[in-house]
């Protein structure tokens, strides 16, 4: 496998996710998507997962829709790991980089979650790893971001487009953007600009360079993602010969033991 890639909704098989029993190879990535649109009682449930701290940013929300999507998204990531680690969901404990990016307390596996409206994205691999996924909508300043936070060869890319293709355009380069940002720990703090994505809806998923260095941008391996219909996404990993594998967490439940190998 090149650093192009990408990842279909078809492609993102359905599993119930076991409680205990996930297996992470040193070369392979693991991504799961899910809905954050769950029964009440289901989001109940993962509530009690989430410890103190979870529960009081939690209440915080003001909308029922943003408390639902955040308790979810918690509560899966805690399930998540705990089937991968063997740790009990709520007793997963996290510890946070200098710009913020959770980390697991014990080391051994890198992880990243992004969420858009009712979709949560989780990536899971044994190397630096970021993922993003957004709605596909129509952004009203999407140009003027593009002109202000982007390259110019990337501003040229989506202003030589047909004005239907440029939210789709700018959607892909902004998510694949942010993979790669979150992948170094290094935040928003770090400018756009000073590395390139292809952004063209025709064009293969790459980090083209850094700092207008081609042979560090080479290393990293950058996927395209549609986890659901009406959504695009992206991760982006150090190193290259990754082996790929996207799971749909199947209504939210854990059951039984899977082996997604």
């Known amino acids: 496998m090149n650093n192009a890639m990408a990842i279909d909704s078809p492609l993102f098989r359905d599993y119930q996710l076991p409680s205990w029993g996930l297996d992470l190879a040193e070369d392979e990535i693991q991504l ?48 998540l790991l705990g089937a991968y680690t063997g740790v009990a969901p709520g007793r997963v404990r996290f510890r946070y980089g200098q710009k913020g990016k959770p980390l697991l307390a014990e080391a051994g596996i890198e992880f990243n979650i992004s969420h858009s409206e009712e979709l949560l994205l989780v990536g899971f691999c044994k190397a630096p790893l970021g993922v993003d996924v957004e709605y596909l909508r129509e952004v009203s300043d999407a140009e003027a971001i593009t002109q202000r936070f982007f390259s110019s060869n990337e501003t040229l890319t989506l202003l030589r487009l047909d004005k239907p293709e440029r939210p789709r355009a700018f959607l892909l380069g902004w998510t694949r953007k942010e993979a790669y940002i979150k992948a170094t720990g290094r935040g928003l703090s770090f400018p756009l600009s000073q590395f390139e994505v292809t952004m063209h809806p025709h064009e293969p998923p790459r980090i083209l360079s850094m700092d207008g260095d081609t042979v560090e941008a080479a290393r990293w391996t950058l996927l395209h993602l549609e986890p659901a219909p009406g959504y695009v996404g992206a991760a982006a990993v150090a190193g290259r010969d990754w082996r790929v594998s996207a799971y749909r967490l199947e209504n939210g439940t854990t059951t039984g033991t899977v082996d997604p190998g």
């Open 32 to 79: 799961w998507s899910a809905s954050l649109d769950l029964p009440p009682a289901r989001v109940a449930a993962l509530h009690e997962l989430l410890d103190a701290e979870e529960q009081r940013r939690a209440r915080r929300f003001v909308f029922e829709h943003s408390r639902r999507r955040f308790t979810v998204a918690r509560g899966l990531l805690r399930q």
